[in-house]
T-cell receptor
């Protein structure tokens, strides 16, 4: 049973607009969340993370929001650029005592010029 | 910096053959892991290690063996390959828990 779900397999957005990617989880023990970006024929690259003590973390154009009560997190990319076209994976772990990551199935983002 | 290096990049096997996928990291990371990626399923953890001499099973360990004799290396062994093991395999490492894992570029494995 998949504990991390990304229900949108794909997202198309115009260059300069906001991209919003969503992720839901079922395991209430998860307390560390990450987003990875993946280009074809490459490994996933770490993008941004958030721990459960926060509800928002920002890094340049990327912001992750965490809603613990809803078991939901989202990634905002503003503004979207052509180089952002990739597959984005949401991942979660049990934090300091748990190294294992559970991944969502990924969302393919296409940024249109 | 090399980071996490996986070899080979591609491999085709016949059913029943054995194979070792290599993974090496030069960041002195204690934590290492192996994942497989299948279409529509994201990455699933096969085995992981929290230090030299210590390994444990992940979500999908059946058909795979690992060992960790040094901090740098974490090979994944398929003892008798099956078509269901056709996948892309990623190795990752990190300094500790609550730190992002760094991934290699993967090994694409096809089993006929």
């Amino acid at each position: 049973d998949q504990q991390v779900k990304q229900n949108s397999p794909s997202l198309s957005v115009q260059e300069g607009r906001i991209s919003i990617l969503n992720c839901d989880y079922t395991n209430s023990m998860f307390d560390y969340f990450l987003w990875y970006k993946k280009y074809p024929a490459e490994g996933p690259t770490f993008l941004i993370s958030i721990s459960s003590i926060k509800d928002k973390n920002e890094d340049g154009r990327f912001t992750v929001f965490l809603n613990k009560s809803a078991k939901h997190l989202s990634l905002h990319i503003v503004p979207s650029q052509p180089g952002d076209s990739a597959v984005y994976f949401c991942a979660a772990s049990g934090g300091a005592n748990d190294y294992k990551l559970s991944f969502g199935a990924g969302t393919t983002v296409t940024v249109r010029a | 910096n090399a980071g996490v290096t996986q070899t080979p990049k591609f491999q085709v096997l016949k059913t029943g053959q054995s194979m070792t996928l290599q993974c090496a990291q030069d960041m002195n990371h204690e934590y290492m892991s192996w994942y497989r990626q299948d279409p529509g399923m994201g990455l699933r953890l096969i085995h992981y290690s929290v230090g030299a001499g210590i390994t444990d099973q992940g979500e999908v360990p059946n058909g795979y063996n690992v060992s960790r004799s040094t901090t740098e290396d974490f090979p994944l062994r398929l003892l008798s390959a099956a078509p269901s093991q056709t996948s892309v395999y990623f190795c990752a490492s990190s300094y500790s828990t609550n730190q992002p894992q760094h991934f290699g570029d993967g090994t694409r494995l096809s089993i006929l």
